[in-house]
C-alpha cells in the first residue's frame, strides 16, 4: 500500500512558475513510475508527464514540453513538477499517480486508467491575471 500526496498548487499569474511535490508514504515508492495527470472544468483527465523509477527516464505531453519538468528523489520519496511558463490553459486539478505497470517512455501514449495503482487526492493550479 503507497499513499500519494500532492502539495505546491496554488494562483499564478500567466508566465508565472509554480513547483508541484507528490509525496509518498507506506509502501515501495521506489518500485513505481510516478505519473502527472490534470483535469480542468469540464473536460478530460490528460496525461501530463512521468517519471521513471530511477528517474532517468522522462516523458511529456506535447502542450507541456519545453516548459514543465518532472523529476524524482527517492531518498525523500518525493516526486516533482516544474511548471513554467504557465497559461491559463494549465489550470486544472494535477494528480500524481504511480504504477507497476506502465513505463515511464510509453506512458505518452499508453497510460490507461486501471494500469495505475495509486493516485493522490490533487492540488488547484489556476492560472489567471
Known amino acids: 500500500q503507497v499513499q500519494l500526496v500532492e502539495s505546491g498548487g496554488g494562483l499564478v499569474q500567466p508566465g508565472g512558475s509554480l513547483r508541484l511535490s507528490c509525496a509518498g508514504s507506506?509502501?515501495?515508492?521506489?518500485?513505481?513510475?510516478i505519473h502527472w495527470f490534470r483535469q480542468a472544468p469540464g473536460k478530460e483527465r490528460e496525461f501530463v508527464a512521468a517519471?521513471?523509477?530511477?528517474?532517468?527516464?522522462?516523458s511529456y505531453a506535447d502542450f507541456v514540453k519545453g516548459r514543465f519538468t518532472a523529476s524524482r528523489d527517492n531518498a525523500k520519496n518525493t516526486v516533482y513538477l516544474q511548471m513554467n511558463s504557465l497559461k491559463p490553459e494549465d489550470t486544472a486539478v494535477y494528480y500524481c499517480?504511480?504504477?507497476?505497470?506502465?513505463?515511464?517512455?510509453?506512458?505518452?501514449?499508453?497510460?490507461?486508467?486501471?494500469?495505475?495503482?495509486?493516485w493522490g487526492q490533487g492540488t488547484q493550479v489556476t492560472v489567471s491575471s
Open positions: 507506506g509502501g515501495t515508492f521506489d518500485r513505481y513510475s
Open positions: 517519471v521513471s523509477r530511477g528517474g532517468g527516464t522522462k
Open positions: 499517480a504511480a504504477s507497476f505497470m506502465v513505463q515511464a517512455m510509453c506512458a505518452r501514449k499508453w497510460n490507461p486508467e486501471y494500469e495505475y495503482d495509486y
